[in-house]
């Protein structure tokens, strides 16, 4: 299989704190891999530092085989490797519509993204009368206009009901079948277990161990990491 996304011994300090230590992993073309762990695992570091948000004390990353460490996070997008962010990041003050004009999109692409997630008849709706399921997809759809090879999702299903998180499986699905390949962070692993083939587990910052979903909820040493969460299947 073709790798899309290399992280090499990827290290991040702030002062005295390490938030990341060697990380180490590869990504596959059209693979959906999970990156999942407590709170302060390093998670959202290491996809500021895939994205440019951040630059690592050591250790590089390569998108299709180009090294992007360090590079503009602009730069970054237009090679095909896009981000969103748990906190949404859209126009609360304009309608859906409006938001992709915002973005810079054109209005037939558009068009056929807000069919695509369902966001059409809310086209003239103001963000911040959306629900949050639908400010979610309008998120997603806004990343999905840049024609990303690779996206990278934080937490999607954060906040969520059961019903919004139906909808969200719906347009990860979509992705898939459109060939993007996808990473997501997310602390509802019931929810990531359904789309990721892979999962790598983070701890203090260190790669605990990666594998199927299978595998990793029979991990004594995930199920370690996770006490007091609650049961890891679950969490």
């Known amino acids: 299989m073709k790798v899309i996304l290399e992280v090499e011994n990827v290290k991040k300090k702030f002062g005295e704190l390490v938030a990341l230590e060697n990380i180490s ?10 990156i999942i762990g407590p709170n302060g695992a390093g998670k959202t570091t290491l996809f500021n530092i895939i994205s440019g948000h951040l630059k690592p ?6 998108f299709n085989g180009e090294r992007i460490t360090g590079m503009r996070p602009s730069k970054i997008a237009k090679r095909g490797l896009v981000r969103t962010f748990q ?18 999109i ?3 692409d558009a068009e056929r993204i807000m069919k695509e997630l369902n966001l059409h008849e809310r086209r003239n709706v103001l963000a911040k009368n959306l629900s949050q399921g639908e400010m979610r997809k309008l998120n997603i759809a806004l990343a999905l206009a840049k024609n990303p090879k690779v996206l990278l999702l934080d937490e999607p299903f954060s906040g969520l009901s059961p019903a919004e998180c139906q909808e969200l499986h719906s347009v990860i699905d979509h992705l898939k079948e459109r060939g993007v390949t996808l990473v997501i962070i997310e602390h509802k692993l019931k929810e990531l277990f359904n789309h990721a083939e892979r999962v790598i587990v983070l701890n203090y910052g260190y790669i605990l161990c990666e594998g199927t979903p299978e595998e990793i ?5 995930v199920i370690e990491a996770y006490l007091g969460v609650g049961n890891v299947a679950g969490s």
């Open 25 to 34: 992993f590869s990504v596959y073309d059209k693979e959906c891999l999970g």
């Open 57 to 62: 004390t050591a250790g590089e990353v390569y």
């Open 87 to 104: 906190i949404l990041k859209v126009f609360q003050n304009l309608t859906v519509e409006e938001n992709f004009r915002a973005a810079g």
């Open 106 to 108: 054109e209005r037939k």
């Open 217 to 221: 909820v029979q991990d004594v040493r």
